[in-house]
């Protein structure tokens, strides 16, 4: 018979013990540094500082070791650390048109102010193991020099704004609700989403553009822009009444231009998606953009089809990954009570079934 037990704090600080024994690893082997996983690992720690809503390469560094990697524990560690931060202030609005553009590219446009810049990135490689990289102290070759014009560069969309072939977007004025101070509540408007989505489990919002591409959201995008560089950012000081930078921040941008054939109320033209987050993040920032734009049929007068990423509470509610893991990681913890009540039941049941059966084969 299955009976309610009870665990101790013994058993607790035994599993911590065990846990830190495994993050470890092999003694023998030189421990990886805060310093080596920020430079090597640059990627998962964009990664993390994305979810976690924190710019902090150092703080998501020690995230991912403490996590042994698992992202989402990372993610986890930091958003919950952040929330031990003073609040001094809000940066103002950075200009990613002032951007140091390490990487840019257009596929509407081949020929474009600045030029494309393919920057590091995957795109052309093989996708083969190199196994050079496990000659651990080999020397890689060196990159050449970024060109020093790389600043400044207009956004793509403008030229089709000049011709008025491409939707403007508002101007904001109101401060838009924070969402790492405001639970998420419905229905929402375009930076709320946005916010959402930036922060959200990249595979989850991967999954949701790749959706609308197959047809589960009238999707055709083109990607109008991508880019990643180096933003300033500034903070308004009220003792000098201006806004002094305060620093500077890795992120990527990216712009869509889809097509819109108009509607009872916007007349034919191309419409925008868009993505922004922390680090180098550009599978993270295309997603974003087409599921932003998936998100905006009842803005511009469209029709909802019925597809997963038109329906921005489904998307929403679920790109959470630190919400998502903690709903479904609560079920293996005890649950005792609640399990015999459900066997009592089960018991009862099978029991008067069983009963049933009697009767009717007795009579």
């Not at 553009?101 to 393919?118: E, H």
């Not at 868009?274 to 932003?292: N, P, Q, W």
């Amino acid at each position: 018979m299955y009976v309610a037990v009870k665990g101790g704090e013994r058993a607790i600080d035994n599993a911590h013990a065990w846990l830190a024994e495994e993050r470890r690893g092999d003694t023998d082997i030189a421990e990886m540094s805060i310093a080596q996983i920020r430079e090597q690992l640059a990627l998962a720690v964009d990664r993390v500082m994305a979810e976690g809503s924190l710019y902090d390469p150092d703080l998501a560094a020690l995230a991912i070791k403490q996590a042994r990697g698992d992202m989402i524990e990372a993610v986890f560690l930091i958003r919950a650390y952040r929330t031990t931060l003073p609040r001094f202030g809000a940066s103002a609005p950075i200009d990613t048109g002032a951007m140091a553009c390490d990487r840019r590219i257009s596929a509407t446009f081949k020929d474009l102010p600045g030029g494309q810049v393919l920057g590091p990135t995957f795109d052309y490689t093989h996708r083969l193991l190199d196994f050079a990289l496990a000659a651990e102290g080999l020397e890689p070759s060196e990159a050449p020099e970024a060109a020093a014009d790389m600043a400044d560069l207009p956004h793509v969309t403008d030229f089709l704004a000049q011709e008025d072939l491409i939707q403007r977007e508002p101007e904001g004025s109101d401060t838009p609700r924070d969402l790492t101070r405001e639970p998420l509540d419905f229905p929402t408007d375009r930076p709320l989403r946005l916010q959402a989505l930036s922060r959200g489990d990249e595979g989850f919002v991967l999954s949701m553009a790749y959706s609308t591409q197959r047809g589960y959201g009238r999707n055709h995008p083109f990607v109008g822009e991508l880019r990643t560089g180096k933003v300033a950012v500034e903070m308004d000081i009220p003792e000098l009444g201006f806004a002094i930078e305060i620093g500077e921040a890795v992120v990527t941008e990216c712009e869509t231009v889809n097509q819109f054939t108009g509607s009872k109320t916007e007349p034919p033209q191309f419409t925008r998606g868009y993505g922004l987050t922390f680090g180098h993040c550009e599978r993270k920032a295309i997603s974003m953009a087409l599921v932003d734009r998936a998100m905006r049929w009842a803005e511009l007068g469209e029709d909802n089809v019925g597809a997963p990423a038109q329906d921005e509470e489904f998307v929403l509610y679920h790109a959470d990954n630190v919400q998502a893991s903690g709903f479904l990681e609560h079920i293996k913890l005890p649950h005792y009570v609640d399990f015999q009540s459900e066997l009592e039941l089960i018991r009862r049941l099978r029991a008067d079934a069983m009963a049933g059966q009697h009767q009717e084969a007795a009579e």
